[in-house]
């Protein structure tokens, strides 16, 4: 098993920044991803980013070039930049090992105008 524990979240101007955080404990194998991934209210969970244990990045194209994401061993990272409102929603850290998902709790993201 996995544990994963995220922070960060919060409100925020658009125009503004965000770094969250999700450490991740337990059963690690070597080889795995996190990343995180969202969900809007209506909207179905979707991509944000993503990082092997091998440093590969992978993001969605919303999102490039505003954020970015780092891990340190086994807590990964998202530096959220020049926010938008449509940004806003429940970020949720995702650690894949070994073809099993573990996922965080959530932490709400909100960005006004």
């Known amino acids: 098993q996995v544990q994963l524990v995220e922070s960060g979240g919060g409100l925020v101007q658009a125009g503004g920044s965000l770094r969250l955080s999700c450490a991740a404990s337990g059963s690690i194998f070597s080889t795995n991803t996190m990343g995180w991934h969202r969900q809007a209210p209506g909207k179905q969970r979707e991509l944000v980013a993503s990082?092997?244990?091998?440093?590969n990045t992978n993001y969605a194209d919303s999102v490039k070039g505003r954020f970015i994401i780092s891990r340190d061993k086994n807590t990964v990272y998202l530096q959220m930049n020049s926010l938008k409102p449509e940004d806003t929603a429940v970020y949720y850290c995702?650690?894949?090992?070994?073809?099993?998902?573990?996922w965080g709790q959530g932490t709400q993201v909100t960005v006004s105008l």
């Open positions: 995702l650690h894949r090992q070994s073809w099993r998902n573990y």
């Open positions: 990082i092997t244990s091998g440093g």
